[in-house]
């Protein structure tokens, strides 16, 4: 269906005609939208230990970058010009963050990375630059003036804390109000500046790199032992005559490396497991919850019945034909799992649906051990 979101196209028009293609502003995305989050909140989140913070000033024309946790007496007054605080993963502290992230799920989960929160004073921003990842930036409080430039030259600023393009050329320029969306594919330069104070959220997306990816998979494969027959056979050297030359890396050893790696094999299923496994892990600052005092399975039971169950806001619930992944552990089918798929899909499961399956042990099992580890929360969301 066409949507506001995405200025009245459907979901499927706008994955084909801009998605990793082309920016699109679109005009009042989400009418009368709130911030996630107060301001007082925000900082209040700036503070804990756990969350990924950074305060960019630019101060006399200088840019300067700090990493938090940040006391409210360890920012700039709110005074003064041209700081900026960003959050990044707010949709794991929050479930109004997470909310506004599930809008966006129109793209695959394997794709959807977090929702990034910068607020800024007057003047504030990060500068000119550009991002590997396709991003929504929805503003949500105050307004923001956003420049951007498809330039070939990508030069970045030389001896500065953060990325900041050398030679910044803008192309179209809009003032966003509370409720536009600006969408830009990766390397379109941007530059957005506060109009007054604001608050924008970025919904970013992951696109791990080649280099990452190989490196990943070999360590998974390598954990797993499958990394051909050879994986668990020590390095064995009965011909190796004695040296003159010691320092010397012996031409049989790399021979012999050489048809250890020459030996490695993979199939398809294994790239697939691997995947679910790497992309559904929890990022590592990842706490879950446990429930203080569980219900035990037959109390859960009778609660999930009345009001339904929802994933954690922090959970990442993936699947393919015949695994499902979840926070990076890997299970395979025994039986067609519709419920599995619709819970991962919609994250949550009616009261209606979860009696329907209640009189199946192994499923209740599952869901309660679940939800002991914190996983899923009892309650569908509001
Ligand atoms: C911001 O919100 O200030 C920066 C977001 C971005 O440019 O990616
Ligand atoms: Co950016």
């Known amino acids: 269906m066409p949507t506001a979101l995405l200025g009245n196209l459907t979901p499927s028009q706008f994955m084909r005609r801009y998605w990793q293609k082309k920016p699109l502003l679109i005009r009042q995305a989400i009418p009368n939208v709130e911030a996630p989050l107060s301001r ?61 992230l599930d809008r966006f799920r129109f793209v695959p989960d394997a794709r959807l990375d977090d929702l990034m929160i910068s607020y800024a004073t007057d003047g504030g921003g990060v500068g000119p630059h550009f991002d590997s990842y396709d991003v929504f930036l929805l503003q949500v409080k105050g307004k923001r003036r956003w420049r951007i430039s498809a330039q070939k030259d990508l030069t970045l600023q030389a001896g500065l804390p953060l990325k900041v393009l050398q030679n910044f050329h803008a ?67 009965p011909q190796q005559p004695a040296v003159e030359r010691p320092a010397e890396l012996p031409a049989a050893l790399v021979e012999r490396v050489g048809a250890i790696l020459a ?34 399975e037959a109390r859960f039971i009778s609660q999930a019945s009345k009001s339904g169950i929802r994933l954690d806001r922090k959970t990442n619930l993936l699947y393919n034909r015949r695994f499902f992944f979840i926070n990076g552990e890997e299970t395979s089918f025994d039986g067609a799992k519709k419920w599995l798929f619709d819970l991962a899909d919609h994250r949550c499961m009616s009261a209606k649906r979860f009696v329907t399956l209640s009189h199946d042990s192994s499923v209740t099992a599952r869901l309660h051990e679940w939800y002991c580890a914190g996983w899923i929360q009892v309650g569908e969301l509001a």
């Open 171 to 237: 192309e179209q320029e809009w003032l966003l109000e509370p409720g536009d969306m600006l969408y830009l594919p990766p390397h379109i330069a941007h530059d957005g500046i506060a109009e007054g104070e604001c608050m924008t959220c970025s919904i970013g997306f992951r696109a791990p790199s080649a280099s990452e990816l190989t490196a990943q998979f070999l360590y998974h494969l390598a954990e797993r032992g499958e990394a051909a027959g050879h994986a668990g056979a020590l390095y064995r050297d």
């Open 263 to 296: 030996g490695i094999k993979w199939k398809e299923q294994d790239i697939a497991s691997f995947l679910g496994t790497y992309l559904s892990e929890p990022k590592p600052s990842v706490v879950f919850d446990p429930p203080q005092r569980p219900l035990d």
């Open 40 to 100: 007082e909140e925000f900082f209040e989140l700036a503070d804990q230990d756990e969350v990924e913070a950074r305060l960019i000033t630019h101060f006399r024309n200088k840019w300067q970058l700090e990493h938090g946790p940040f006391a409210p007496d360890e920012l700039p007054s709110l005074k003064q010009r041209a700081w900026t605080l960003l959050v990044q993963g707010v949709d794991l502290y929050d479930d109004r963050a997470r909310a506004l």
